[in-house]
Each structure stands twice: as C-alpha cells, then as structure tokens.
C-alpha cells in the first residue's frame, strides 16, 4: 500500500450489526461534509454511490452542460437555467446507479484489485439485494428527471441505457472499454440540445463526438493506477493498450476531443467567447498529456481529477456568450 493510500482516513465499515474502522476507498475525497453529517449505516451506501467521489457526477454533468450552453449560443440568448440544474440532480442520480451497477456486476473482479477490493460490495459492507434495491431508488429519480423534459429528450435518454448496460462487461472482450464509457458518459453533450430543441443537429453531434475522446483520454489516464492488476485479472483497457506510447495515446485523443468541440461550436455560429473558452480547454488537456507518467499512480489520479477543471474552463467561454445574449 502506498504513501498515499495511507494517508487517506478511515471509514465505517458495517459487519453484521457492529461498525469498525477500515481504510477509506484510496481515490476518495477524504473529510467531505455529507459522510460526517450521514448516520454511519448509510456510509456504504454513499460510496457505492460515488459520493465520496464527486469528480464522476461532474464529468457526467458537464457534457450536458455545454450541450445547453451551446443550444443558447446558437439560439443567442440566455442560460436554460430549469435544465441546468434538471441535469445536474439527473447526473448524481445516474452517475450512483451507474456506479452501484457496475459494483454489482463486478464485484468478484473487484475483489482482486487492489484500489477497488474495498468497495462495499466486494468487502461485504452491503449486500447484493441492498445494492439491487439502492439502485432502483436511484434510477427512479433519474427518471423524474428524464421526464420533466419534451419527448424527444425522454426516448434520447432512453436510448442511452443500452450503452450503459454493456460498458461492464466490455473490458473483459476488449482493450477498449474507455470506448464504451466514452459513448455513455458523452451522452449528456446530445441531451442539452434537444432539451432546449427537441431534436438534433451537426453541431450537438460533433461536440458528442468530442466528448468521447475526453472520455477516453481522461480514463486512459484513470486506468493507469490499475496496470498491474488488471494484467493479472485479464482485463483490458486503453492504457495497457498504448503501454509505453500511453503520453502519445492521451495526446491524440485530447487533439481529437478539441477538433470536434471546434467544429461543433463553428456549426453553432459560436462567438469568441465560447472560442476562447475551447482555447483554454485546449491548453489544459495538452498539459494533462504532457505530465502523464504510466509510473506515477498518484499523479494519474491528480490528472484525472483536474478534468472538472477542464470541463469548466470550456463552459465558462460558452457562459460568458450566453451571458452576453441575455445582458444585450
């Protein structure tokens, strides 16, 4: 166990009826109000909700996001601001049942990785028939979510589970399940514009399509903290893929990811505002490539986690062009 992972603090764990201490999942934020302020039974529930790990809802978020931004750029006038806030309850909905899912169908994997053995299924803090129920409480707000907007936006919404349902069990076929997660975590960058449009377009397309190479590239670097493991449990991933080329692999997707959200914002009839917030995006991601180290765990982790940064930096130039709409 690292330096690092032991500085982490510690955390309930429930063993039949009595509580004791366990070192906290190695990627969470330690100290965070809510786990301090929820009974000490619910403590399982909320990691395998992720909520010790708020880095996941914001990169679920902030696709959705700049698809609304970009839907008042091209209308040229302010923030949809229902929808906003709509997405952002619907992304920590799905983004604990998406999570509780994929505990449940991995939690024998789970159990032979290093970072994630602790989770609480793998170590039997919750049940298999708790998490079942846990999950459909989460997925039924996500559903009141979905619903409060037009219809086209509901089938949309609809239509993404599928991609959702497989991303499990996709990194033990391919060394591409990033791909997957990408097509998933991305969808959010379609939903924006067709709540605002009730339909789509060339521009919410491409800035999908861009989402899906910042999806794989920051999971590129996620997954460098697991190499070793998953080489012993057989699965695959991107970054065992580009092995010692991983810098020039992260590279190229992050190009790619900043070409089409270029070219979405240019089939948007997007303003310099929105230009220059896609610069600043640019330029954090190319540093993110640049500082990526297959041999530095922690430093993965930190790169990882500065991607809400860089999602914020492209929404601020799309905030600033809608701000603008809405002021003159």
């Given amino acids: 166990m690292t330096k690092t992972r032991r500085a982490h603090q510690t955390v309930d764990r429930l063993d039949g009826s ?24 619910w403590r399982p529930f909320l990691q395998l909700a992720r909520i010790d790990r708020p880095i996941g809802w914001w990169l679920l978020v902030l696709p959705c996001w700049w698809s609304s931004a970009l ?24 983004r604990g049942a998406g999570s509780t899912y994929n505990d449940l169908v991995d939690r024998e994997i789970d159990a032979k990785v290093e970072r994630t053995r602790g989770r609480p299924l793998p170590s039997g803090r919750v049940s298999p028939g708790a998490a079942k129920i846990f999950l459909a409480a989460q997925c039924l707000v996500g559903l009141a979510v979905l619903l409060s907007f037009n219809g086209f936006s509901i089938w949309l919404g609809f239509a993404s589970l599928g991609i959702v349902a497989i991303y499990p069990f996709m990194k033990r076929i391919t060394s591409w399940p990033q791909a997957v997660l990408g097509a998933a975590f991305a969808w959010g960058a379609l939903m924006g514009w067709a709540a605002a449009f009730g339909s789509l377009a060339f521009a919410p397309v491409c800035l999908y399509l861009g ?89 993965a982790l930190r790169l990882f986690r500065s991607n809400r940064d860089a999602g914020f930096i492209l929404f601020a130039g799309l905030g600033a062009e809608m701000l603008r709409a809405s002021i003159f």
């Avoid at 100290?31 to 929820?38: E, K, M, N, S, Y």
């Avoid at 008042?72 to 302010?78: I, K, L, P, T």
């Avoid at 240019?266 to 640049?290: D, M, N, Y």
């Fill in 18 to 41: 009595q509580l004791e201490s366990a070192p906290a999942l190695p990627d969470a934020v330690a100290g965070q109000f809510i786990f301090r302020a929820a009974p000490k039974s």
């Fill in 211 to 299: 989402a899906i190479f910042w999806t794989i590239g920051y999971d590129t670097i996620y997954a460098l903290q697991d190499i070793e493991d998953d080489l012993l449990a057989g699965i695959g991933s991107t970054a065992r893929f580009f092995g010692a080329r991983v810098q020039a692999g992260v590279a190229a997707l992050y190009a790619l990811a900043v070409l089409f959200v270029e070219i979405s914002f240019l089939a948007a009839g997007a303003g310099w505002p929105s230009h220059l917030g896609g610069a600043g995006f640019a330029l954090h991601l190319a540093w993110q490539a640049r500082s990526t180290d297959p041999d530095d765990k922690a430093g």
């Fill in 71 to 94: 839907a008042s750029v091209s209308q040229n006038q302010g923030p949809h601001w229902r929808d906003l806030l709509l997405f952002l309850i619907g992304a920590v909905a799905m």
